[in-house]
């Protein structure tokens, strides 16, 4: 059997992807989160349910959280999207955040990490952290079957007080 | 300290399908929707039609994998796309592979298929199961009944007696990485990038499925996004995979969806136990009935072990344990956390909880009262057992002197009834024969090639402290590789046997290791100089087995075979051991149950890492507050399989539903069991946490659960 030809429906899309001008060719079926992952290899954005439950795929776009499985990539059009990729510093060194997940044991297999940082960093953009029970609250899109829960919640409340002094 | 943290926070770690490939195609599953029966046709013309498919298969040229406890690999024996019978619903029936994940998902769902359906039977007690004693059904002496004295007439004659029979659910590990990966070839080299704790079973599984030598097949398995047993062994759609991909030529990337993964996955049978327990007025235990029926597949017999631990648990004079096996129409089920071992508690520590009420004892002081140093079965020795300091420990952390012990008696200010409730666990500590590989290069880091997985329990870094601790060297000075067939064997981690399993040949790795670069048996090395010093990198092999153990073992994990032994050794018998102390509130309008607290304390010998080892422990008693309070697997009646396939409708727990959990250790090291005095922790975690859970509703409730969960129209 020969390929079929893709389809002729496709749609240009320019967008900025961790501050690089990105212009991709899409099908416009095609989530957000495949397109990180299978066309840009951007694979610390994971996929943990596609059907928008588990909150492994978070990323930010537009400067708000999203879980990029259930984000056609269309939507992308003319958009900051940022990912794991984009947290730690050039150097490679770590967000305050990422190292309080470190300091915290905030992780067991790790799958789930990217995407409760990137829900993290939103939620303290968000100013969701008076409290840990907010904390709680507002990281409860995002499973950790593990069960990491109390390292996470104590990582952002870390940088939460961080940010709240300075 | 977690050594691969890094990795994992900035998302540079690479999970199975995180892998890109140039030239990578995409495939997806169609599955069976009927619940048994005959496959009659297929039809896959609307499927092949869908722009960027490549390929649409029905049917495989694939031996079975053997069932991973009946000598073989695979999760099950049944290899799907082989025949036209259908076992269960949700398995595969046909695979497509396609340019994009759209067209491939596009063209799975385009797949149609007639069927003649056959009667199903999903539950413990639906007509057409079979039911089977298992040691008839399966005699190997250790699935055997158990039995010392004679436990009924004991009980008979006992003053006080306590019955229950108690329910549990089927329930799915779910862990977070879905199954799947990447395999492709290199010439006559299969490679497969897919998250397994068992890359062993994969190659030589493969090997045999597809008729090759297990010399050209690698698995690469670094990390592992959970596997909680259910990554333990050969899935079905790796074979499938492996012959599309070589067809193809090109390298194939396939990510089951979350819905498939309940079916294409082994899950926590039902299981009904039954229990009797006889006492004196004291409340001290004299003998213990405990029978089970745990539900298997039609293809498998999936082996009940829930009586080795209710045995173990106090010093009994007699017992009889009983298990039988029901045959279903399911995939076949498996190892899922603490697999029989919190059913079996959240069964039996609910007995013992109504026998404290019963003699009108305080639940802790009675468990004291029945502590014991002998194994009942065996009359042999605990190596260690410290769960009387567990508990004493416990009550102390958590208050527990203040428990008004009447039920609804504790009220907070908001009017939710407070339950305070305590539950011990334990678990048998087995150990698996392991080979490891240890380099010392010039630049003075250290190497080491090891069996295991590392899924989250952090392996690698109790290996990595180990050896840095040894050898005096920074921990950021030594690799660690496992779940690497090209490194090593990688024979199965689970039953939580991976750390004191791999530590023991580490450690005697680390002797060979200081013979070869002539420095003293003990104290800090300066590895590079010493290096300097034999003019060249030193590499060592070490091996090691249980006590007891016949060497041969190792070449049993060579070929892809488990090369477990214990928990009984000669002389001894070791178990770890855990107590669990919870504190519910029952919210006053909703009756919705909350756990604002837990303290948990655990001997599980010599704690090898303090950080990954607390860690685990409170991801067990999590997973113990979600079985006592969330998860169960809805079976569909109508066609078969489970109904709530998704994170959304199959309730893990989520952030909010977690509190306090405070962990401590009794930190005794067990060196009869191992040279490094290290026991298992992972699956002890969550023994008893149901049933702590349990026994707490009760006391906020004056009201008994006999089956999981406990949901709010319970307690209402």
């Known amino acids: 059997m020969s390929t079929n030809d893709l389809p002729a429906t496709t749609v240009e899309v320019t967008c900025t992807i961790n501050g690089d001008p990105v212009r991709l060719t899409l099908d416009p079926r095609e989530s957000l989160l495949d397109v990180l992952r299978e066309r840009l290899a951007l694979t610390g954005t994971k996929k943990g349910c596609d059907q928008g439950h588990c909150g492994a795929c978070t990323v930010h776009l537009g400067g708000r959280r999203v879980v990029s499985c259930l984000t056609p990539a269309v939507q992308a059009a003319g958009q900051d999207i940022h990912t794991i990729e984009s947290v730690a510093g050039p150097d490679g060194g770590l967000h305050p955040l990422q190292q309080a997940f470190v300091d915290n044991d905030a992780l067991q297999c790790g799958y789930c990490t990217p995407g409760q940082i990137m829900s993290g960093l939103a939620c303290i953009a968000e100013g969701h952290m008076a409290d840990d029970d907010q904390i709680r609250e507002y990281l409860s899109g995002n499973v950790c079957r593990c069960g990491a829960y109390c390292g996470i919640v104590a990582a952002v409340r870390q940088v939460a007080g961080m940010t709240q002094e300075g | ?716």
């Open chain 2, 1 to 716: 300290m977690r050594v691969d943290a890094y990795e994992k926070v900035t998302g540079k770690a690479l999970y199975g399908a995180d892998r890109v490939l140039p030239g990578m195609a995409f495939a997806a599953l169609a599955l069976a929707r009927t619940g048994r029966g005959r496959l009659i046709s297929v039809d896959t013309s609307a499927a092949a039609a869908v722009p960027g498919v490549l390929a649409v298969e029905t049917h495989f040229d694939l031996a079975s994998p053997g069932f991973v406890m009946g000598g073989g690999f695979g999760f099950q024996s049944l290899q799907p796309m082989t025949d036209d019978h259908i076992a269960y619903r949700g398995q595969p029936i046909a695979i497509v592979v396609a340019e994009t994940p759209v067209a491939a998902t596009e063209a799975a769902e385009a797949i149609t298929a007639e069927y003649e359906d056959e009667p199903t039977a999903l539950h413990l007690d639906s007509e057409g199961a079979t039911t089977l004693v298992q040691e008839e059904a399966i005699p190997l002496p250790f699935l055997a009944d158990l039995k010392v004295g004679d436990a009924d007439a004991v009980i008979d004659a006992s003053p006080v007696t306590i019955e229950g029979t108690y329910e549990h659910p089927p329930q799915h590990a779910v862990p977070m990485e879905l199954n799947g990966g990447v395999v492709h070839w290199d010439g006559d080299t299969l490679i497969v990038h897919e998250g397994t704790q068992n890359a062993n079973a994969l190659r030589f599984g493969l090997a045999q499925q597809l008729g090759i030598d297990a010399a050209n097949i690698e698995v690469r398995s670094p990390y592992v996004g959970g596997g909680f047993g259910q990554k333990n062994s050969l899935l079905v759609h790796i074979g499938p995979l492996a012959l599309v991909s070589k067809r193809l030529g090109r390298p194939v990337k396939l990510v089951l969806a979350r819905t498939q993964t309940f079916h294409n996955g082994s899950f926590r049978p039902a299981s009904r136990q039954r229990i009797r327990l006889g006492a004196d007025e004291t409340g001290k235990i004299t003998a213990a009935v405990h029978e089970v029926d745990q539900q298997t597949s039609r293809h498998d017999l999936f082996p009940a072990m829930h009586t080795e631990t209710s045995a173990r648990l106090y010093g009994l004079s007699a017992y009889r344990g009983r298990q039988r096996l029901v045959q279903t129409d399911v995939q076949t089920p498996g190892y899922m956390r603490a697999p029989f071992e919190s059913p079996s508690m959240f069964a039996f520590e609910q007995v013992v909880d109504e026998l404290a009420y019963k003699v009108g004892r305080d639940p802790v002081e009675l468990r004291l009262a029945n502590d014991t140093d002998t194994d009942p079965i065996s009359g042999l020795p605990f190596s260690t057992r410290y769960v009387a300091d567990c508990l004493r420990r416990g009550a102390e952390l958590f208050g527990w002197s203040g428990r008004n012990p009447e039920p609804r008696s504790m009220r907070a200010d908001d009017g939710s009834l407070i339950g305070w409730g305590v539950a011990i666990g334990n678990y048998p500590c087995n150990t698996a024969a392991t080979n490891a590989t240890l380099t010392a290069g010039e630049d003075g880091r250290v190497t080491v090639a090891v069996d295991g997985h590392e899924m989250g329990q952090g392996i690698r870094s109790t290996i990595a402290l180990h050896v840095a601790q040894d050898l005096g060297i920074p921990v950021g000075d030594v690799v660690v590789q496992v779940g690497d067939t090209t490194v090593g064997t990688q024979h199965l981690t689970a039953g939580s046997w991976g750390t004191a399993s791999a530590l023991p040949s580490v450690h005697s790795g680390l002797r060979e290791l200081r013979k070869h670069l002539d420095v003293a048996d003990t104290g800090d090395v300066e590895v590079a100089p010493a290096v300097a010093a034999v003019g060249h990198a030193v590499t060592v092999h070490a091996d090691s087995v249980g006590p007891g153990q016949p060497a041969d073992a190792l070449a049993q994990s060579m070929t892809g075979h488990l090369a477990i032994t214990g928990p009984e050794y000669p002389g001894f018998v070791t178990f770890s051991w855990i107590a669990h102390f919870v504190e519910v509130r029952v919210e006053p309008t909703t009756c919705r149950i909350r756990v604002p607290r837990v303290v948990s304390v655990a001997d599980c010998g010599r704690v090898a890492s303090p950080v990954t080892a607390a860690s685990q422990v409170r991801g067990g008693v999590i997973w113990g507050i979600g079985a006592a309070l969330r998860e169960e697997s809805m079976v569909d009646d109508r066609f078969g399989g489970f109904v709530n396939s998704t994170l959304e409708e199959y309730p893990v727990m989520v952030n909010a539903d977690v509190h306090s959990i405070d962990v401590d250790f009794i930190d005794k090291p067990d060196y009869r069991y191992n040279p490094v005095g290290v026991k298992g922790l992972g699956e002890v975690s969550m023994v008893g946490a149901a049933a702590a859970v349990a026994n707490a509703v009760h006391h906020a409730t004056g009201r008994r659960h006999y089956r999981l969960p406990i949901r709010i129209e319970h307690v209402i």
